[in-house]
């Protein structure tokens, strides 16, 4: 089977041009989400270069207008695949489509193509209908798949959520939503943050308390996107941006495949690792006496820790103790108000240089903020560049009425900056968090542990649970439910990890580039041996004696061989695909 050669259309002049007029195009993040899904791709800055790439797929994220529009058709029209997000409104009417208004919030249901066919939650929906009756009417055939709702209440159909035209030898596919700009609002916010969120009207989300932080930006709906549990306890309930992630990538893989072609990948996690799970804690209030308790309590549990420690922290000996017993120790940054924390970088290095002087490191992987304190768009993550911090946690709720997935996902991500910064990637691993100290009077109970880890597991993401030392010392029910945790995700498979593990994990994965395949079918990736596992989904009619599910589709696993420097140029003589 053919390996599909995959380009990602981002028109250079058109992406200067908005930019220039400080626009976000968030449309670039398409090319995080195939990095992190181990799909290799070329980029595409002109429509002048697709045809002369040798492209199966050409996803087109940014357009340059009518005329690059007509150079994709005649790209399908050859039998290529052209992939849209909410995009071409120049080869609608030539589609025999009419655009419809767009729905600013929305539901959109694909049944079957994500993790119990469940509505996912949009923003900007643009859905296109076909002409009605009497109107002019291109004849190219249409398959449409899913609907776009107004709301999860609202049953009428603003329009198809995917639709894929036959054109010539190949096809257009078109979805109604731009998937990589909903989950980056998903994750990050819609704006900066600047001013408190809205409350939840129960009392339970009371987000409006002065403080700046992380989860003011939620684009959750507190009354239609929460669950409760068996006790009354409200979660948000589904990692929506992980689950349109999930419905991209296996409309993408199922494409190709009904095309003849193929589309490796490499796997979320290691060879024999299907779940993650994280436990961290941050030392507020520093007693010596809590360190100790927590890391007896760590040792029945069998977990290792990410421990993020705050100004003035532990008593010096107790820091290698830590490190022996395989904890990380991490920063934990202070920019509450209250407790005479600045938010500045300057503050921010003055208690990183203290972290380091009590601590003996010379740095650290990873940072969590104290309280979630959060402002402004990419300031804390480029303050962690500049400190050579690898790793971020800050982004988790902060009230027992949004725990869960507030940011709707449960996968590390590397952000994006705002237009101000041409929307580049921080070299910053965001690892955010489900939950606080569970069985603490004023936050959660144990009830939360089954659903959010059953919905991690849905989606290979990864479960961080915070237990802060104080809590887990002073009452032994959040002691109780730290072990629960531990048990419990055990019992379902999730290997602990500490924040360092995830971050060098995810970092070494993504150096790794799958080049083609072999001429002994052996799928050929460069770089160092690393203990990955890649998959190809099944071609269809075919059948294989092991498989696993993956982004809902069956796979089989295909074996590796680490390119060496001569292999990988044999690699590129034969014309394999270098990513």
């Known amino acids: 089977m053919k390996m599909a050669q995959i380009g990602i259309y981002l028109d250079s002049t058109a992406t200067e041009r908005i930019h220039r007029h400080q626009a976000n195009v968030f449309q670039l993040y398409i090319q995080e989400l195939l990095t992190y899904a181990g799909i290799p791709f070329t980029r595409i800055g002109s429509a002048d270069d697709i045809g002369a790439g040798g492209f199966d797929i050409v996803i087109a994220a940014v357009t340059g207008g009518a005329e690059s529009e007509g150079k994709l058709w005649d790209f399908a029209e050859r039998g290529g695949i052209v992939i849209s997000f909410a995009g071409l409104p120049y080869l609608a009417a030539r589609l025999g489509c009419r655009q419809l208004p767009e729905v600013p919030i929305g539901y959109a249901t694909l049944p079957g193509e994500t993790p119990g066919g469940r509505p996912m939650r949009y923003f900007r929906g643009r859905p296109w209908g076909r002409p009605a009756p009497g109107e002019r009417s291109a004849a190219v055939s249409c398959r449409e798949e899913g609907s776009v709702l107004a709301s999860r209440e609202d049953v009428s159909e603003a329009g198809p959520l995917l639709q894929t035209f036959r054109v010539g030898a190949g096809s257009i596919v078109r979805w109604a939503v731009d998937i990589p700009s909903v989950i980056v609002r998903l994750q990050q916010g819609e704006r900066p943050v600047y001013e408190d969120g809205i409350p939840a009207q129960d009392g339970t989300g009371a987000v409006d308390e002065g403080i700046l932080k992380a989860d003011d930006q939620c684009q959750m709906d507190w009354e239609a996107d929460r669950a409760f549990t068996a006790t009354g306890m409200p979660y948000f309930e589904h990692p929506y941006a992980d689950y349109w992630r999930e419905a991209l990538l296996q409309r993408l893989l199922a494409g190709a495949a009904e095309a003849g072609l193929t589309v490796p990948f490499v796997d979320y996690?290691?060879?024999?690792?299907?779940?993650?799970?994280?436990?961290?804690?941050?030392?507020?209030?520093?007693?010596?006496?809590?360190?100790?308790?927590?890391?007896?309590?760590?040792?029945e549990c069998g977990v290792r820790s990410t421990w993020c420690m705050i100004e003035p922290g532990f008593s010096a000996a107790l820091y290698p103790k830590i490190m022996e017993a395989g904890h990380e120790l991490a920063f934990h940054y202070n920019a509450l108000e209250m407790e005479r924390g600045i938010w500045s970088q300057a503050e921010f290095d003055r208690q990183f240089a203290w972290f380091k002087s009590a601590t003996g490191l010379r740095g650290a992987v990873s940072n969590k903020n104290h309280y979630t304190r959060f402002e402004g768009w990419g300031e804390l993550f480029r303050w962690c560049e500049a400190a050579g911090i690898a790793s971020d946690q800050t982004r988790g709720p902060s009230k027992k009425g949004n725990v869960g997935f507030p940011f709707g996902t449960s996968h590390p991500y590397f952000p994006i900056g705002w237009s101000d910064e041409k929307n580049r990637l921080y070299n910053v691993l965001e690892i955010g968090f489900l939950t606080q100290d569970l069985m603490h009077p004023s936050l959660s109970d144990t009830t939360v542990i089954a659903p959010f880890l059953a919905k991690v597991k849905e989606v290979r993401g990864v479960a961080h649970f915070l237990y802060h030392q104080k809590h887990i010392y002073e009452q032994p029910a959040v002691r109780r439910a730290m072990a629960d945790t531990a048990r419990e995700a055990k019992r379902q498979g999730f290997v602990f990890w500490t924040g360092a593990e995830i971050n060098d994990w995810v970092r070494a994965k993504r150096e790794r580039r799958v080049a083609g395949f072999g001429a002994d079918g052996r799928l050929v990736v460069e770089g160092a041996p690393l203990p990955i596992a890649a998959y190809r989904p099944l071609s269809a009619g075919e059948t294989a004696a092991q498989t696993v599910e993956r982004f809902g589709l069956p796979c089989v696993r295909v074996q590796v061989e680490f390119a060496t420097e001569s292999r990988q140029q044999t690699a590129a003589a034969s014309g394999l695909h270098q990513g």
């Not at 024999?272 to 007896?296: K, Q």
């Open 269 to 299: 996690w290691p060879e024999g690792i299907e779940a993650v799970a994280m436990i961290s804690h941050d030392s507020d209030f520093n007693i010596d006496a809590s360190a100790e308790a927590t890391l007896e309590a760590l040792a």
